[in-house]
C-alpha cells in the first residue's frame, strides 16, 4: 500500500516566461510541511546557462503561489565554488532549525 499517490493534473509548478529567472525551465524541488505551510524551494533556468531557486508555498499541497523573484542565486564571484548555478534544493528540519542543502557549480 503506498501513502502517496501522483496528483493527475502534474505538474503542480510551470515555468512563466514572464518571469526573468524561470523563463526557460522549472524543476527538481524540494518541499517540506512545517504544519501550515507546503514550502517548495525548485530550480529554475532562465535559458541563459544559470540556475537559480525558486521558492513557493501552498496551503494544501497542489496549488502553489510562486515569489516573484529568485529565492537563491549563484554567487557573482568568479572565484566562488556556486559561481555558475545553483540548484536540486532540498530542505530538512533538525532540531528546531531549517537546513537546506543544493547542487552548485561553476560555469
Excluded: C, Q, W
Excluded at 503561489?65 to 568568479?78: A, G, L, M, Q, R
Aim: hydrophobic share 35%; aromatic share 14%.
Amino acid at each position: 500500500m503506498s501513502l502517496m499517490k501522483r496528483y493527475e493534473l502534474n505538474p503542480v509548478l510551470a515555468k512563466d516566461e514572464n518571469v526573468f529567472f524561470e523563463r526557460k525551465t522549472v524543476f527538481n524541488p524540494g518541499v517540506i510541511y512545517d504544519g501550515e505551510l507546503f514550502r517548495m524551494l525548485y530550480t529554475a533556468g532562465s535559458g541563459h546557462g544559470e540556475l537559480s531557486l525558486g521558492y513557493a508555498e501552498s496551503r494544501d499541497g497542489i496549488h502553489f503561489t510562486k515569489n516573484p523573484e529568485p529565492f537563491f542565486t549563484p554567487d557573482p564571484n568568479p572565484e566562488a565554488f556556486d559561481h555558475g548555478t545553483v540548484d536540486d534544493p532540498r530542505v530538512t528540519y533538525l532540531d528546531g532549525k531549517y537546513y537546506i542543502v543544493y547542487a552548485a557549480r561553476s560555469i
